[in-house]
């Protein structure tokens, strides 16, 4: 498996979005032991990196399944789970009377930290993500915020998600430059209007993670060799998905680009996992960047 770093850790170029096993578009669930299977075949597969949230539940008051079926899943595997990187994310709220909401204060991320540390079972969040802008409060004091809690020692280090080029650099200004570690965000071949963040993160050496990098769980994944014809050729020509095609193509954007493919099922991993050896010519790789609009 290809290696790419994500601040000072050293991750699989494939990563899984492990959201899919807990919440998804089409409301189709796996069982708790297929959702563990799931996980265990990204790890045998060679994956390092897993994406969780304390949010990716079925309800509400589940919050935290996700992050407990990763903490499962680790603790019953027969490898060595030493090498890998679990990064999960908190600011978005779930409650009866608002199902999403956003806190960025400094005592809710606190409770949100302590209670992935509960639900992961470790002492230490390795990466620890803020998820969605609290459009209420000013974006540095939320900054600020996280900053506090790296030097409580509850996080290691620290990404956002959904977030601007302004919101990128205003991070790096507050926690410090070298201190912000990656950027997720939205970006595939149905969605590539974070390219400038890519382009900023990969100017500033910061990990971009692409989340719903095949096109999401509502189909959009399973349908991107339909919508975009060229992956589906490529792939056809090389013997594999246009899946992988995507995958592989997105790495070539940059070497901090790591997607991480959302998976209920193993086998889905598993192909995603294959695009890290896939390799496209210079042709093939111009070829899917004109089909998304994207001139390099």
């Excluded at 000072?8 to 299977?37: K, Q």
């Amino acid at each position: 498996m290809q290696q790419r770093t994500i601040g000072p850790f050293t991750v699989s170029a494939i990563g899984l979005g492990a959201m899919p096993v807990s919440m998804n578009n089409d409301n189709v669930l796996p069982d708790r032991g297929d959702a563990v299977a799931t996980v265990h075949a990204a790890l045998d597969a060679g994956v390092t990196f897993i994406d969780t949230a304390d949010i990716y539940a079925p309800s509400w008051d589940q919050m935290g399944h996700n992050e407990r079926i990763v903490r499962d899943a680790l603790a019953s595997w027969d490898g060595d789970t030493s090498g890998i990187l679990v990064g999960t994310k908190g600011g978005i709220t779930r409650t009866a009377e608002k199902d999403f909401g956003r806190d960025g204060s400094l005592a809710y991320l606190r409770s949100a930290v302590q209670r992935s540390l509960d639900n992961l079972g470790v002492d230490v969040i390795d990466l620890y993500q803020y998820h969605r802008p609290d459009r209420w409060m000013v974006y540095g004091e939320i900054m600020q915020n996280l900053k506090a809690l790296q030097d409580e020692g509850l996080v290691r280090a620290i990404g956002i998600s959904n977030a601007s080029v302004e919101e990128i650099a205003i991070a790096r200004e507050v926690l410090g430059e070298g201190n912000l570690t990656s950027v997720q965000n939205e970006f595939s071949p149905r969605h590539p209007g974070s390219f400038d963040e890519l382009r900023y993160c990969d100017a500033h050496g910061i990990a971009f993670l692409p989340w719903s990098p095949l096109g999401g769980t509502g189909g959009g994944g399973r349908s991107v060799g339909e919508r975009f014809g060229v992956f589906r050729e490529i792939g056809e020509a090389h013997g594999v998905s246009p899946q992988q095609v995507v995958l592989a193509w997105e790495l070539s954007l940059s070497p901090v680009v790591v997607p991480i493919p959302g998976a209920r099922r193993a086998a889905s991993i598993i192909d995603s996992a294959r695009a890290a050896d896939l390799v496209l010519d210079a042709d093939e790789l111009a070829r899917c960047s004109a089909a998304v609009g994207l001139e390099l």
